[in-house]
Each structure stands twice: as C-alpha cells, then as structure tokens.
C-alpha cells in the first residue's frame, strides 16, 4: 500500500469529494453583436428603412405593437410601491397562482428579479451558489451575485452538454466548513441555451438539495418555451422551486418586465429590497396590463416558432452548418466553419435583405420569437445558401482558427 492509500479515510469515496475545475468562458454573442449593425464595414448599402426587419439576435428584440400601446392606454394607473395599481397586483397573483406560489412580484428586468431572488435568500455571508457554469446569473448579470450577495459561485459543468445532473450537483455543494462559502442556493435556468431541463432531473436536484437545508432558484426567463414544448404545467416546475424568475420581456413578447415569485414572506422580503435596489416603479400599470395579454396570447404560439426554428436547424444542417447545442425550443445555434464561411462573410449579404444576426468568428446564436415567421426564416436560409455557394465557388474550405481571428479584426478594424 503506498503512503497516499493509507492516509486516505477508508469510508470516504471519490465520490463523496467535490470536484473542483476551472470553468473556460468563451467569447459569446452578447459579446459581439455591435458587428451586427448598419454600418458594417462590408456593407455597400444601408438597409432599406422602409422594409420589414427580421432580427434573429435576441427574443428581447420584440417590438410593441399598436395593439399593446391601445391596451397600456386602458390600465389601471395607480402607485405600485403602495401596492396600490390594480393591473400590477392582477398580474402577480396570475403569475404566481399558474406557477403553484402564493405571491409575486413585478419587476424591470430579469437580471433585477434573479439578483432580488438570489439576495433573499442568501442572507448571511460566507455563502454560496451552485449553478451550471453558462448560468445567466452567472455570466451575463454583472457580477450580481457577488456585488449584491457577497456570495461566491460553484460553477459545475454539465458532462451531458445539456443540464447539470443530481450527481454533479451532489458531488459540487460545497459544505459547511471553516474554510468554505458553504452551499445556500442551488440555481438551475430552464431553458438554457434554448435546451430543455427535464422534470425527471429538476425534481431529483430539488429533493436532495432541500433535505440539506438549500433554497432552490429558478432563471426561468424561458421557462414559457419549456412549457409550451412540454407539456409540464408551470405549477409542476414551481414545485420544485422556492423562488422564480420568469421574464415577460423575451419569447412572451411584453415591452418590459419579469417576475419573480415565491412564498408570501419571501416577496414581502424581496420587495424591500427591490425598493432598496431602487427598483419600487410607480404606475406600472401599462407594463403589467399588456403583458398579461402577453402572456395569454403570445405564449400559446410558442409551439410555432419552436417548428420554425426546428425547420431552420434541419436546413442549416443539410447546408454543412454545425449545430453547438442540440435544437429543442427557440434557438438555433451554430458553427459556420465547416461550410467554409465566417459570420463576418454573411453578415452583410443578411444586411441587405433586412435580416439582423449576432455572432463573432464563425459561431451565432439564432433566437426565434413571435416576430419571426416562416418568410424570415426563408430569406435568412436563401441567404446562406447564396453565400455558401459563391465561397465554394472561389475554392472555399473549413475555416481555420487563424482565418477566423483575421477576420474578427478585420470587422472591427475597418
């Protein structure tokens, strides 16, 4: 037996030992959609200001219609830091009673509702969350979790390349420990990426992480998509769940807003702080009215634009495009290099046509919302196919890495 072996506890596995990794962060869309304007460096032309834009970038892209401007006209306009608006209160009790909670909270951003619900729960330093290493409240709130928290992060990577798993999650809490930010909130996102979280799974993380004493959050921003794929009711997911984020804003269609939902005592608590965040709004009666007609009849077309989206993925496949995460509800993810292209090549041919994507060296994210139609989704595949078609007719091929990094600062530099 070598020295090692036997100083190792004997009733202490592998298993039982957290895995500590580092969490490599690459360059995203967010990152780089400021390419994706109407000044591109290889753009000739603007855009027709008098044609209909598609823009694939983001769900947050929706844009009001005159519909909902008619309907904010006829809310309700009363004081909602005294909880005073009619319409506000309507739409967190609606919320909050489809989610299986019994209270909600309406607040400007999904970011805000996260961090508020995050920060109720985390209420005495040194502590911790534990979450997917793509986590939004991880890598694209700023820092929040720190900043307003005074919380450290457990980034776990997902092995499967679609969800954490109960093992991942059992084997990466971090324990109490006089040396440790100790485990207080484990926060799973459905959907992320676009990807499904499964119930099945959902529920095993939740029963082990709340028979140790630890809060379960949800970024359900996109938890309408899972939904309305699914068929699992919202209630069932917030059983699983002491808090919630849903945002309003992205495939719901609202202007702005998301909620955040949770037991009575626990948004009374998140409500001061939301006042203390400096996000008490007044007569957001307007915002609330709309996006409960949001709500109640965008949503229901979310199979659609799921079909769509499975359409374009299926197309972009047949084209030689690389999917990076599997398709399953409004976002298409992709890697161009095998067909021989850069983003930065077809930027500007989907300028001209009015089509706005992000992306950055040979990768994009498409999102899909009720705003992009089968049209769309033909302009930007016959795009693509025409771009295709004439870099292979100059003798193109896969695109190296070096290609890609001359073509990024060329876009930039130009």
Not at 53 to 60: E, G, I, K, L, Q
Not at 363 to 386: C, G, K, P
Request: include cysteine; charge should be neutral; charged fraction near 20%.
């Amino acid at each position: 037996m070598s020295i090692l072996a036997s100083l190792r506890p004997a009733t202490r596995s592998l298993a039982h030992i957290r895995a500590f990794s580092s969490t490599p962060v690459h360059k995203l869309y967010i990152q780089s959609n400021l390419q994706n304007d109407q000044t591109h460096p290889n753009l000739a032309s603007p855009m027709d200001p008098n044609a209909k834009v598609y823009d694939f970038r983001s769900d947050t892209v929706t844009a009001p219609t005159d519909e909902m401007f008619d309907i904010m006209k006829s809310a309700s306009r009363g004081d909602d830091v005294f909880q005073e608006d009619y319409n506000v209160n309507d739409l967190e009790h609606f919320v909050s009673s489809i989610t299986g909670h019994e209270a909600g909270m309406f607040c400007a951003s999904g970011t805000m509702s996260n961090q508020l619900g995050l920060r109720t729960h985390l209420q005495q330093p040194p502590h911790s969350v534990l979450c997917d290493h793509r986590s939004h409240v991880f890598l694209w709130e700023a820092g929040g979790i720190s900043f307003h928290s005074q919380a450290n992060v457990s980034p776990v990577y997902a092995h499967n390349g679609v969800h954490i798993t109960a093992e991942e999650v059992i084997n990466n809490i971090v324990e109490e420990d006089l040396h440790t930010a100790p485990t207080k909130v484990v926060s799973l996102e459905n959907t992320l990426n676009g990807m499904i979280f499964p119930i099945e799974e959902i529920k095993r993380i939740s029963e082990h992480a709340r028979a140790r004493g630890i809060k379960m959050h949800l970024d359900g921003a996109r938890l309408w998509n899972a939904h309305q794929e699914t068929g699992v009711p919202l209630s069932e997911y917030g059983r699983y769940f002491d808090s919630m984020s849903l945002c309003l804003s992205k495939g719901v269609g609202a202007p702005i807003g998301s909620i955040l939902v949770g037991d009575a005592k626990f948004i009374r608590k998140s409500r001061h702080f939301r006042k203390l965040f400096g996000g008490g709004w007044r007569q957001a009666g307007g915002m609330a009215k709309v996006a409960k007609h949001c709500i109640e009849n965008i949503v229901p077309t979310m199979p659609q634009t799921h079909k769509i989206a499975r359409r374009l993925a299926n197309e972009l496949q047949d084209m030689g495009i690389t999917l990076t995460f599997p398709q399953m509800t409004n976002m298409v993810f992709i890697n161009t290099a095998s067909a021989g292209v850069t983003i930065n090549d077809i930027l500007p041919a989907l300028l001209r046509r009015n089509i706005k994507i992000g992306g950055n060296g040979t990768t994009s994210r498409l999102v899909l919302h009720h705003q992009i139609n089968d049209e769309a989704a033909d302009i930007l595949l016959d795009t693509l196919r025409d771009v295709i078609a004439h870099k292979k007719s100059l003798g193109a091929r896969p695109v190296s890495a070096s290609e890609i990094k001359q073509d990024a600062v060329k876009a930039y530099t130009q």
